[in-house]
């Protein structure tokens, strides 16, 4: 066998196994009861209006342009669409600042391609989503610590990145609900990561992916609506939003989106078109089909079912977390976080419950740039029924409770 | 509007408009003859297969999973049924060698970003499929001239490699009926092509896009069969094989793939999982669904229709064609490579055809990695009738008579 190693580029040494997906490889013997995945339920997928908008397209004039090569921007008047649901959240922009990407993930391959070159910093939050990160790394960044609503001078994050060799980028943040933690970003929060951006002279990424699945309380404005109201319009901005539909229609198309101002979608336009061409013309046009039709209405269908989940997995948790645990509350998405007592590891109790309560999650570790978060987790409800929560919550109630215990001992242990 | 330039990584300055495709706009108008695409024709497309595959899946157990994640390496099926197909033409391999990419422009992209730092060196033809150097050039390369069946030393390539500041990281080539010359690479080409590979340590990328598209002539084994034959395995070639279903099924689903050694594979997968989680999970079931069930009786179906266009082409091409200008014959594939008389630039001849003659074609320059090749152009047939050959090819060649002509001229004003 050849030494690949020597002749791959500098960059191929952090591409790395995803903890998550090499997890859920393990994770899928029939006993285990996850909440490791973040997936949506398959069973309030629209497979009925997917099936419709393939049969049309089949059956109309359209048949010969679905599977021929497409502009690389995206299918017209999905992009068209998006742009009226974009007005309705405050985001006045037209198809021209609109562009189609195969999934919202590689949206963040793609803006992490534009900005970063190595050695270049990224403001993430700790903890902040895993796919971000794995996208990021590939372009060989330094990371320094998001903190929105915090009061660290511009001048740290400045000085930081200098001393690495490079500048600050971007900041890139999930303000809604979040992946991992559930948690939202308040309004004052993002206008003060405005400013900093400002101060910064750098890009905002707003990871919109579960802003749509708000349950209950005050939707907050997006970033981006914000940083349109104070600068007057899109082409001023400098907020880049991604968006996402494989949370409430199907992630199985691979259709997403980025809504910026124009030099930047230029920009990602000619990227798309060296890299791939174009994202698949026959799914943009299923997917235009199925969201111009009954987007609000499958929304609503998702946001029931979920919604309900999270009561339940809130309650739950209630009952059977011992003391000394802490969790999320989120209004919305797919997750919760929980913070386990002190020392306790994340990674060391999965590996337990595998042997013995046979509960699923994902240790939280792996979500922080620095390799902190040790003792924190993620459990999601989105395909979680509810006998599943209450039988999990009691298994993974049990297992921290024992983990307490055994600690307790061994410090106990030590101590002597 | 914010001044984005000075944020953007120093990649992006090498991002500019492919003049392929900025030409394609241009050349919608009505009235104009094309021989500028090199796309499949529409007429061909298997639409009722696709209609029937798409049908199946959301009638039968599968739809959930079609439109849910899926994994990052691909479809088994697929993958599984790639294989067998591999091994039909000398490339023995299982599953595991097998990557699916969301078109095999995709592939080319992941292939520089796994080989290329900035300031390493790629081969390639002069000239060379444009979209090669479009997917490299994010990778910030140097590019030095590939030879197959020349004579230049390893040595040379080394030391030019080293003067510019990288390593030489591989030979990318297409190696039959490429994409834009229409010409094949012989055994004899091949074989040296493998030995200085070997010398030089380097990958060799077999672009394989039109390799199903042979109307006549003899085939030659793919170049990874032979790295295969003489290695003695898979796992001990250094040659990378990517597939593209665009030219043969449908390129509106993006589905291509890359069969290599596991080493490779992995990395690939790794890069993918960054980079977009995986291609279209519904639209790789719809490519097996249909390959699996016909994809031999659509490739003769579409070699019948394309053979006859390139022999009504190079008839015409015979009969209108002045003297002082020459052509390749493509033993398959959509494109013809013509040689302007020396002095003659195709950049120029366009600008006249668009307000004389009104036929189009693509000036031969942007397929040149060092800017040379001014004489040259491409002509496809691929989606032309017989009477638009007769037509174009009679108005291409009074076009570059009347050019010369003044040419001519001009340079005796010049003279005087």
Redesign the interface.
């Given at each position: 066998?050849?030494d690949?190693e020597h002749?791959?580029?500098?960059?191929?040494s952090r591409?790395?196994?995803?903890e998550i997906?090499e997890l859920l490889k393990l994770l899928e013997q029939p006993d285990i009861i996850s909440f490791a995945g973040g997936?949506?339920d398959?069973?309030l997928?629209p497979?009925e209006e997917?099936?419709q908008a393939?049969?049309d397209i089949?059956?109309g004039p359209q048949?010969?342009?679905?599977?021929?090569?497409?502009v690389?921007e995206g299918y017209k008047p999905l992009r068209d669409w998006l742009a009226g649901e974009m007005g309705k959240i405050g985001i006045e922009c037209t198809a021209e600042n609109v562009f189609i990407v195969?999934?919202s993930?590689?949206g963040l391959?793609y803006l992490g391609?534009?900005?970063?070159?190595p050695k270049?910093t990224a403001l993430v939050t700790w903890p902040t989503y895993l796919?971000a990160l794995?996208?990021f790394?590939?372009?060989e960044p330094n990371y320094d610590q998001l903190n929105p609503g915090g009061n660290r001078t511009p001048a740290t994050y400045r000085d930081n990145a200098a001393k690495l060799g490079g500048?600050v980028?971007?900041a890139y943040l999930s303000a809604d609900f979040s992946n991992p933690t559930g948690e939202t970003v308040d309004l004052e929060g993002r206008k003060k990561l405005l400013e900093l951006a400002d101060e910064l002279?750098?890009?905002v990424i707003e990871d919109a992916a579960y802003q749509s699945l708000r349950y209950d309380g005050e939707p907050v404005p997006p970033i981006m609506s914000l940083d349109i109201a104070r600068s007057g319009g899109i082409?001023?901005?400098?907020t880049i939003y991604c968006g996402s539909f494989?949370k409430t229609l199907?992630?199985?198309?691979?259709v997403g989106w980025i809504v910026a101002?124009t030099?930047?979608i230029r920009?990602l336009v000619?990227?798309k078109?060296?890299?791939?061409?174009?994202?698949?013309?026959?799914?943009q046009l299923a997917i235009e089909h199925v969201a111009s039709r009954g987007f609000d209405k499958q929304v609503a269908k998702v946001k029931a079912a979920y919604s309900a989940r999270r009561d339940a997995m809130l309650a739950a948790l209630e009952k059977y977390m011992p003391e000394g645990t802490r969790w999320t509350k989120p209004e919305g998405g797919m997750f919760i976080w929980l913070t386990l007592p002190e020392g306790m590891d994340g990674a060391a109790l999965l590996a337990k419950s595998i042997a013995t309560e046979k509960v699923a999650f994902v240790p939280g570790r792996a979500f922080y740039a620095d390799g902190s978060g040790a003792n924190t987790l993620r459990i999601s409800f989105s395909c979680a029924n509810e006998a599943m929560i209450e039988e999990g919550m009691k298994r993974l109630g049990r297992l921290i409770a024992a983990a307490q215990v055994n600690e307790l001992t061994n410090e106990t242990i030590a101590a002597i």
């Open positions: 066998m050849l690949w002749i791959f580029a500098t960059r191929s591409m790395k196994a995803s997906r997936i949506p398959p069973a997928f497979d997917f099936k393939y049969s089949f059956s048949v010969n342009a679905a599977l021929q090569y497409s690389s195969s999934g993930q590689q391959d391609k534009l900005f970063l070159s270049d796919g794995s996208a790394n590939a372009y500048s980028k971007f002279d750098i890009a082409e001023k901005t400098r494989s199907a992630p199985g198309l691979r101002s030099p930047v920009k000619l990227m078109q060296a890299a791939d061409l174009h994202s698949s013309t026959i799914n």
